[in-house]
């Protein structure tokens, strides 16, 4: 009986390890660059642009911005998406502390 319920509970944390090690969630991702990145969490993982954009800025690659502008130039020249960088690049400072309504009204007047 011993043997029987010692078998049952290491099967059971197996299946509870095997589960945590799914990648897509985990944050445990590495990419080279914010286009790779951006496709594996819109195609793959079917995430808007622009949240797909702030998940890779925060989560997989090591990149810092302060202001709206910085963020805006990297997304920029890391693939452009002029459709979704503005909300992304918004989004991404809020999350880390250094959105402010008043740096977002001087990016939208340039």
């Given at each position: ?29 590495h990419y080279d660059n914010l286009m790779d990145c951006v496709t594996d969490h819109t195609a793959d993982e079917g995430l808007p642009e ?61």
């Open positions: 009986m011993h043997r029987f319920l010692a078998t049952g509970l290491a099967l059971t944390v197996a299946l509870a390890l095997a589960a945590c090690g799914d990648d897509h969630h985990g944050g445990n991702e622009a949240q797909a954009i702030v998940t890779c800025l925060v989560d997989h690659l090591d990149q810092h911005f302060t202001t709206l502008q910085a963020c805006l130039d990297y997304v920029t020249a890391n693939g452009g998406y002029a459709d979704s960088r503005m909300a992304a690049c918004e989004d991404y400072l809020r999350q880390t502390g250094h959105g402010s309504d008043a740096a977002t009204a001087v990016a939208h007047v340039h």
